[in-house]
Nanobody, 121 residues
Framework: QVQLVESGGGLVQAGGSLRLSCAAS????????MGWFRQAPGKEREFVTS????????YYADSVKGRFTISRDNAKNTVSLQMNRLKPEDTAVYYC??????????????WGQGTQVTVSS
């Protein structure tokens, strides 16, 4: 089993950037496909992006395509989410998650505690 801890959230103005990190422990990160999800107040949690175990393949929700970039460093057991050109509608709690099937959002079983991202207009 893997334990996940997110960091890097905060308050940023619209158009700005943030970089989220997810540190894994307990099991080698390379075992898992990794994803980022988010949940805004009053809304259901939604898929943002995911990356395969090797990092060779990625997938993005249409709402973030071209603005967000997911990456991973298996040697350091970390996954990152670079968020550029942020919009107020990106405001949410962002969660890092792990799965054996990176591109099946319903398959994610291991979750971090979340980090708050707030984008002001």
């Amino acid at each position: 089993q893997v334990q996940l801890v997110e960091s890097g959230g905060g308050l940023v103005q619209a158009g700005g950037s943030l970089r989220l990190s997810c540190a894994a422990s307990g099991r080698a990160l390379s075992t898992y496909g990794m994803g980022w999800f988010r949940q805004a107040p009053g809304k259901e949690r939604e898929f943002v992006t995911s990356i395969s175990q090797s990092g060779a393949s990625t997938y993005y929700a249409d709402s973030v395509k071209g603005r967000f970039t997911i990456s991973r460093d298996n040697a350091k057991n970390t996954v990152s989410l670079q968020m550029n050109r942020l919009k107020p509608e990106d405001t949410a709690v962002y969660y890092c998650a792990a799965s054996y099937r990176a591109f099946e959002p319903s398959s994610y079983r291991y979750w971090g505690q979340g980090t708050q991202v707030t984008v002001s207009s």
